[in-house]
């Protein structure tokens, strides 16, 4: 039976739409599989929505925009052009909630909870682990509450940064500079392109590398520093040999790493 058949019998059998939401989609892009069932789904979609079954809509979502958008830039992704919709971050409600749960001996604020939220990047785990190192706390006081707490959450961030920066500064010269020229070019990262090449070359002399290892950069030594990336949990590709950063809070980590001390 194929996906077009079970999904055609389920939608006869409930006699209503068929919703499937599928998390972390861009992950598909991975694969040649992957990519089968993207289209194996849109034949669904097309034959639930165009005949006498009951209809199909399909909801991917991502935690990286730039990898999302791969599913739909490009003529042939099986869902080229459908919407891209950001959903919002947590909001206030979410923070009023935190507020409520937080289980320490005395509340926190909520107007100073959002505040640390946006330091955190909207990242509610960051601001879950800050509770959870000070729950079990003895000698933590009700008075001592705001300060530790503001304290324990600006720990988290600087703990997930450091984490980031001290994969990036193990990197080699020019697998850091092929990771700093595609943060910088997003979805307009071509990487063996001859502009790309000499973009490479430019940020060996700036990280203050001799002439000779500019001029040793060709195609063969980027595609080994892109996998290199990819080991390191850095740089994510698709099976169609697009790149983008693993997780977009790169760039500012990265950004951070490149302030004067």
Known sequence: MTLVQALGALSDELRKPVVIVIDEAQQALTSQAGMDSLFALKAARD?????THFGLRLVCTGSNRDKLAMLRNSQDQAF??????????????YIQWFCQH???????EAEAAWLLFEQAGWR??????????????LELTADDVPQRFAAAVQEQID???????????ALTPLQS????????AGTHYRPFEAAT????????????????????????STQAALQALQDRSLVWRASRGVYSLEDVSLREVLAVSNRPE
């Open 177 to 184: 500079a092929v990771l700093r020229v595609l943060a910088d």
């Open 102 to 108: 937080v289980g320490l001996p005395a509340p926190i």
């Open 197 to 220: 090449l000499e973009k490479y070359r430019d940020a060996l002399r700036q990280a203050g590398e001799p002439e000779e290892a500019a001029g040793r950069l060709d195609v063969t």
């Open 80 to 93: 080229y052009g459908a919407p891209l919709v950001t959903f919002p971050h947590l909001d206030r409600d």
């Open 47 to 51: 034959e639930l929505n165009s005949s």
């Open 124 to 137: 509610p785990e960051l601001l879950g682990a800050a509770a959870d190192s000070l729950r079990f706390d």
């Open 159 to 169: 703990a997930a940064i450091a984490e980031t920066l001290r994969v990036v500064h």
